[in-house]
């Protein structure tokens, strides 16, 4: 496959001007910018630009609204809860952050539970906001239903990714941005370019047996929950993602389990529909809401050196801290370009046409 | 292998006794004994009673004291820091989990991580504190290293088990508690005493590489991050685990990572310990400052009615919702009493004996 480089500035200036051509203001265009493409930067290629065009249908089916009224319609001192008014997530997670942030600073700890909002991006961006601050970060989402919990046909959750921050001295930040899932769609993808099937423990097939074709979910099948099956405790996985629909979508009154409206635009909603939108959860802890910063990101410094140090079995050079490999990818995409891939760039170029904006 | 049956009461009365003849005051020790049973009660017979005699060589060691003066040493509105003065974390956790409570029904919610305590039994009794309050709970704790993180020989993390109960109306509340890892040291017991081998991607040997030996662990071998390897998502399994550290010992100033105390008392203390004791991080969220308890607990009811309801793969009869299994052992083992295996009764004659108490 042929893949395109461009600068990080050439794809932002670009997908402002498609975020202003639907009506989102300079301030939203801008935030939508740079959430999506934080995706890209951090190698997640799967949540970028490449996704630009279903935003862009989402608003055309009228279920993104390009200047949504955003506010807190309940409130105590540590926690929130924000309507989203069918906006951007990309635009409502980073409002819902701020406002987590703003509660830290005050009480301590921040929690803002979202209803009413659409897609974020990566839970990565809104819960790497809260390291500036010396706060921790947290970040989930619900998602339309591809994961089938242990024991079930029906696809019940979403991938419902979870995101913790840390904040480390000298070191890099610690980042786990993990989907609940054994892999996420996008591993699925680059499988079936390759026209190869999945390992052991991926997706099922529409009648619950297990199967490896990367091409299953266009059949009726579904993703198994990170575990992959009972005997390698897929329970705990269904779990999670349990969890992350609870605190995104039960906490706020969003849509939630089966009922989570769908990406693509083109998929019709559900026919019931229990709550309002996508919900997500954010959460900030200030560090000296426990113990002095510098004494945490000290103890975080030795933390993290004790697991670079470990002895690497057969075959690995490395053992990884969450969220090396997204930095890695970063410093090198802001040094030699984001690759796109052809697929992507044909896209973006319809998209271009239509809004009669430049794009090279 | 032989079975004996006990009642709740019979046990109880015993347990209480033994804490109370190595010190405990008779507040500490009903609380002990009640964080104990519970696992017994939810059928977590690895945490529960067959660790009675655990805790008090842990006591002869002077790796416990019973006679804790335990404290807050730094709070504010949401967040507290609790030194547990090296008590039992069977009484140090439902003491922390207390203040949690307290401060979410001032400013919503209430965040707490404690340093200088011990093993605190299953943080399913920890977490389930907060439901009669119409709150979510949150419970997690560090344990000693016996997990290697993907692509490591070196054991830096323990099981870290986390657990998030969740109030229902009509049903009963959602309770999801999971170690980190593919399978918990009790399933390897249990494969022990069958002679049996493990599935794939429970463990690895002393060298890093995989085996299916489940007796491993005694010859320098490690628990696998959920997930079991890289190409099911273990570094998700090991992220999980990191961030139970980060929240119980890198927040409160607790040991971490390799440096964790160990339960059994034979074992040697870490040449290094970078902090106090073992570390716990509890959590109350009042579901009424994100919306009405009552709206709450009634789409709670509808998602758990909604995945009872999901279809069932080939061989299995429903689909469960966590915290399912639990109940069903308590609501059985209350009525025809709690199962001992003969090893067991046998350790708890010497405590008996030792203690000059009755036990039948």
């Known amino acids: 496959m042929s893949e395109h480089l461009y600068s990080y500035q050439q794809l932002a200036s670009f997908t402002e ?23 890209d930067l951090r190698g997640i290629d799967s949540h970028g630009i490449a996704r630009l065009s279903g ?9 993104v609204n390009a200047t949504p009224v955003i506010k807190i319609i309940h409130e105590t001192p540590s926690t929130a809860v924000v309507d989203g008014d069918s906006g951007l997530g990309l635009v409502v997670a980073p409002f819902a952050m701020q406002i987590a942030i703003e509660k830290a600073k005050q009480v301590g700890t921040g929690w803002v539970s979202v209803q009413h909002s659409n897609h974020f991006g990566i839970a990565g961006y809104h819960a790497m906001m809260a390291l500036e601050h010396d706060m921790i970060g947290m970040a989930m989402t619900n998602a339309s239903p591809l994961v089938a919990p242990t024991f079930s046909i ?18 890099p930040a610690f980042v786990a941005d993990l989907a609940t899932t054994t892999a996420a769609n996008g ?9 190869a099937d999945t390992p052991d423990g991926w997706v099922q097939d529409v009648e619950g047996n297990p199967t490896n074709d990367a091409n299953i979910l266009k059949k009726g099948g ?5 575990g992959g099956d009972r005997e390698h405790g897929s329970h705990k996985g269904y779990a999670l993602g349990a969890v992350v629909d609870i605190f995104s979508a039960l906490l706020s009154g969003a849509n939630y389990a089966p009922w989570v409206p769908p990406f693509p635009a083109y998929v019709p909603m559900p026919a019931q529909q229990p709550g309002k939108g996508i919900g997500h959860f954010l959460g900030a802890m200030r560090v000296d809401a426990f113990r002095p910063a510098d004494e945490f990101k000290a103890a975080m410094d030795h933390w993290i050196q004790g697991f670079r140090s470990a002895r690497t079995v057969p075959g690995e050079e490395k053992v990884l801290v969450p969220g090396d490999p997204e930095r890695e990818f970063e410093a090198e995409r802001k040094r030699n370009g984001i690759p796109l891939l052809q697929a992507v760039v044909t896209d973006l170029a319809t998209l271009a046409d239509r809004f009669s904006i430049n794009f090279h």
């Not at 001007?17 to 995706?39: N, P, Q, W």
């Not at 579904?222 to 990170?226: D, M, S, T």
Request: net charge positive; hydrophobic share 40%; charged share 25%.
């Open 187 to 195: 591993k699925l993808e680059i499988l079936q370019r390759k026209n």
């Open 55 to 63: 935003y862009v249908r989402l608003w055309e089916a009228k279920r």
């Open 222 to 226: 579904a993703l198994l929950p990170l």
């Open 17 to 39: 001007k498609v975020f202003k051509s639907i009506g989102c203001s300079d301030e939203h265009a801008a935030t939508a910018t740079k959430t999506l493409l934080s995706a």
């Open 154 to 171: 029906d696809k019940m959750l979403g991938t419902n990714p979870i995101c913790v921050a840390a904040p480390a001295g000298k070191e």
